[in-house]
């Protein structure tokens, strides 16, 4: 059974993930739970890494770490949840203030679209499509 700080930071795991594909026009959700985020695209992305890593600070099943994309200019957050892999965000906003530890891409490609349908899936949550 999966712990109530587990599900919500996942809850908005996967709502930054369907503000992530909207803003690039892919729609990874239909629920009304997924509406504010299908709509206002990129503009809440960051509020929901921010609600995110809030909650992953009252789990131990999800590691938040920090690293730039010096290419892109941009910083990437990543949440590496366990049992399930990894979930990175590139964002222009700056977090190096937060003092996360340095993190790494895990290098699967396409692997926070898998790891979103997964845990949707398993935790029977419907912000994120599961298919």
């Not at 908005?12 to 239909?30: N, P, W």
């Not at 590691?63 to 892999?85: H, N, P, T």
Request: aromatic content about 14%; glycine content about 8%; proline content about 2%.
């Amino acid at each position: 059974m999966a712990s109530k700080h587990f599900k919500e930071c996942i809850k908005y795991i996967l709502l930054a993930q369907v503000a992530s594909d909207a803003g690039k026009g892919y729609v990874s959700a239909k629920s009304n739970n997924a509406r504010k985020a299908l709509a206002k695209k990129y503009a809440v992305k960051d509020k929901y890494i921010t609600q995110a890593i809030a909650a992953a600070r009252r789990t131990t099943l999800v590691r938040v770490s920090y690293g730039v994309d010096f290419g892109l200019g941009m910083d990437i957050i990543y949440f590496d949840i366990r049992g399930f892999g990894q979930v990175s965000f590139h964002s222009y906003k700056e977090w190096w203030y937060l003092n996360l530890p340095e993190g790494r891409w895990n290098g699967i490609a396409g692997g926070s679209v898998d790891t979103c349908k997964k845990l949707a899936r398993k935790l029977n949550l419907p912000y994120y499509k599961t298919k």
